[in-house]
C-alpha cells in the first residue's frame, strides 16, 4: 500500500549481477515537492537505484513506485511523469539544438502551439538561444550538458531525476541550473545525485548516503553533521610563542588530536565543554581568534565511506 504523501517508495528493494549485490535491502520514501539528494562513492548503487526508479531495469526483489505507480507494472505511465537527467549526454547529434527539445516534446504529446514558446524560454534560460540551430557535436561538453537538463524540463515534469547533472559544466552554468532547480521546489520532485558536497548542503533538503548497496545514512545535512560528529574542533590564531602553547594543550586529558599550522592551532575536543580547559590553558597567550570549525558535509561522508579511492 502506498502513502499519496510520497512521490516515491522504495521497499527491501534488491539488484543483483550474479554474485554482485549492487543494491541491498534499500527502504526509502521522498516527499512530494522535496528537493532530495543521494550520495555515494563510485558504485555505491545510486545509478541503479534510478535506472529502477526509471523504469530502466526491473529489481531483482523488492518493491518501488513512482507517484503510487509499481515501477514494474506501468512503465509508460511513469516515463510520462518523469523527466531524467542521465550521467551522459544522449543527444541526438544529427538534430539541433532545438530540434532536440521539440522532439522530446512531440515523444510527450505536447502541441507546437505550446511547447514553441516554453523552447523559447528554456533556451533562453539555459543560455542556448543563439546556439539553438547548431548540431549538438559543435557545442562544448557544459553546453551539451545544460541541453540535456533542458530537454528533461520540457513536459513540466511531476519528478526530476539528475544523476549528476552539473558535471563538466562552468561555475556560471552550474548556478544557473541551481538557481532553475531552486525555483522548482515545492512544485516538483527532485532527485539528485551529485559529488559536489556544497551543492547539497545549500540545495537539499533531506540526504541519503548509500554505499555497498544500503542506505547507511539518512536526514537533513545538520542532522546528519549531528549524528556523526563527535565532539568540537576550534581553531585558535594566537600571535606570538605558538608552539609553547600548542604543547601546553597538547597535554590535556581531553584533547583527542592537535595540528599546527602557522599561527593557527587546531584542536579537537573529546566533548565541547572541554573549552574552558583549553582558555586556562592559554592563559597569557595574546590571542586573535578563537572559532568554532562546523563538520562539513563532506567531512561526514568521508566518515562513513571511507577515504579510499574507488573505482
Known sequence: MTDPQYSIQVQGLCKSYGDLQALDNVDLAINKGEIFALLGPNGAGKTTLIRILTTLMRPTSGSSFVEGIDTTRDGREIRRLIGVVP???SLDRYLTARENLELHARLHSIKPKEYRSRINDILELFGLATRQHDFPDTFSGGMQRRLVVARALIHHP??????EPTTGLDPQSRRAV???VRSLAGGMTIFLTTHYLEEV???CERVAIMDHGKIIALGSTEELKK???HGATYEIEIETDVELYANAIKKLSCISSIELRGGTITVHLDRWECLSVVVEALKGA???KISLKEKSLEEVFISLTGSEVRE
Open 87 to 89: 550521467q551522459e549526454n
Open 158 to 163: 511531476k519528478i526530476l531525476f539528475l544523476d
Open 201 to 203: 548542503e545549500h540545495l
Open 178 to 180: 541551481w538557481d532553475y
Open 227 to 229: 549524528k556523526l560528529s
Open 286 to 288: 595574546v590571542l586573535r
